[in-house]
């Protein structure tokens, strides 16, 4: 008789502050995050290097460097996903797996300060649009993954810096 394992993963806690104003939500973490139990642990993904220079600092190593980071510039971390299936990384596989979605809504009216968010790629900006309904900006920002190859620094640095009024 064959055995299927069915995977069971669990997202991260947001990573939020009492001043936060802008709320970074990527889609789902990556093998690498959740071998290593943080936000873009993958040493190729680009979000922390690009954070380090947009807010002219040294690229954080340790998970409170990180974290520290973005209290220092207001910034919030999490994903549309709280659950899913997924075996592997990709957001193509991911789309199709068994997703559960964690409650951005309730979040965003427990933490009023956030004044915008920022999608990390097109899946979690796809499946934030199509299935909340939300009173802020949010704006589709090119994914910081080493897959891929559009990759614009620039695009970030405005989405970060842009003031919302």
């Known amino acids: 008789m064959l055995t299927t394992e069915i995977n069971n993963h669990i997202g991260f806690a947001p990573i939020i502050f009492d001043d936060s104003e802008i709320l970074i939500l990527g889609s789902f973490p990556s093998v690498k995050s959740r071998e290593n139990n943080f936000y873009y642990a993958n040493k190729r993904n680009r979000f922390w290097r690009l954070m380090a220079s947009v807010f002219n ?4 190593e340790t998970t409170q460097d990180k974290i520290n980071l973005c209290k220092l510039n207001k910034i919030s971390l999490w ?85 919302i009024i």
């Not at 600092?57 to 954080?60: A, E, K, L, N, V």
């Not at 559960?100 to 790629?121: A, P, R, V």
Request: include cysteine; aromatic fraction near 6%.
């Open 57 to 60: 600092c040294p690229t954080p």
């Open 79 to 163: 994903d549309v996903a709280h659950q899913s299936d997924l075996s592997g990384s990709s957001d193509i596989k991911l789309e199709k797996s068994n997703l559960k979605l964690n409650d951005i809504e309730t979040f965003l009216q427990q933490h009023s300060n956030i004044k915008k968010i920022l999608c990390n790629g097109a899946l979690a900006y796809k499946i934030l649009t199509k299935k909340f309904k939300l009173d802020l900006p949010v704006i589709k920002m090119p994914s910081t993954s080493p897959a891929n190859v559009r990759f614009n620094a620039d695009e970030w640095e405005k989405g970060l810096k842009e003031k």
